[in-house]
């Protein structure tokens, strides 16, 4: 086979812009990562079965917060950018990245079915000398032991006729300093010419160093590594803030002088569980694949069972603060102050204050939530409206304030100076003096 005629033919695509490029799933990763390739030169075409998502970029719309509006407007306008829902369209494309998301089912287990039907989607439409990369957080062994076999259904052979490589994403909502573009990216293909041609795509659209690994269960794995790390982390300070509410300890003022140490010491902090596409989901996709060996994952499981029980937790405390003013939590108004899982961000995924609202009404609180960055959220085919504007008459109606997400545009004071209680489970009112009628996590 000649690797080496096939590697330098697309290779020599990238280094001229003359390469097509293609993202399947315009979410939170795919959109930012569409915009990158068109910035970086490249035809880029977007593919999603979302019509609606759909019709949004080709209008220039922007529904992504780490996206700059006038800079998808002006690649639509340009011709640069493109999306659709016909995958015929695959067929224009040298490189294609796999964006879609990557579940829990029921049973808590991976739903890989939209990475399956991604693949599914785009075989009929694979030529040789084709780039292929798996984008979505998943389970080591996705890329060689699923993605592959579906793909080699179009008659070509991997690593002859195709590459095929995996590299995680690493997107950081809200994050202000790192963003697609400056990220360091890991990429590992099936073999070493795969991963030489993933690693070309990724230098010629990125400002950040490209690390190669060995194989693609290499950086499946790293990503899990990643994630699992802040989980088993933040298991940790939740365990220890529970602890420390019992010794009538501030163990945020803990966390403080452990930071104190310039070396061997990384601050995570408590809340009311854990948010977002990847912390939470990831541990459960290795836990999973680990039975295959007959593994048991006890560190791992140990923090999730920590994180999951959070919001619960949370509730009953703010029922404890409830008490001490001779309140029942059944009947009580509760507001709850911001819905996404971190603060800053228009992102409710995972929402650890979603799981706090639905546990509050449980047992009979009258819940209102605020939220300056989204306003409503689906959930179970219903849309919950929030307050549209956090009012002196709002505050003071509360029987409690819950802060779930710390967002920076909230006026605390404000808050502090109105509410009958409030119960802080993210420190967001730490530079309050007056804290008389606060009560931290």
Known sequence: MNTVKLTSNIKEKLLNKTATLGVVGLGYVGLPLAVEKAKAG???????????????????????????????????????????????????????????????????????????????????????????VLESTTYPGTTEELLKPVLEKSGLKCGEDFFLAYSPERVDPGNLNFKTKNTPKVVGGITPECTDVAAALYESILEAPIHRVSSPAIAEMEKILENIYRNINIGLVNELAILSNKMSINFWEVIEAAKSKPYGFQAFYPGPGLGGHCIPLDPYYLSWKAREYGFHTSMIESSMMVNDRMPEYCVERASKILNMSKKAMNGSKILVLGVAYKKDIDDYRESAAVKVINELEKEGAEVTYFDPNIQEYPEHGKVRKGETELTVDLIKGADLVMITTDHTTVDYSLVQMHAKAIFDTKNAMKDITNRENIELL
Not at 62 to 68: A, C, F, H, S, T
Not at 111 to 116: F, L
Request: glycine share 4%; with cysteine; net charge negative.
């Open 42 to 132: 490249y035809k880029t075409i977007g593919f999603d079965v979302q019509e609606s998502k759909v019709k949004m970029v080709n209008e220039g719309t922007n529904y992504i917060g780490d996206v700059v509006n006038e800079d998808l407007e002006s690649l639509v306008n340009s011709g640069y950018l493109l999306a659709t829902t016909d995958f015929a369209k695959v067929a224009q494309a040298d490189c294609v990245s796999i964006c879609v998301p990557t579940p829990l089912d029921k049973h808590q287990q991976p739903d890989i079915s939209y990475v399956e039907a991604s693949a599914e989607s785009i075989v009929p439409y694979m030529h040789k000398d084709m780039l292929i």
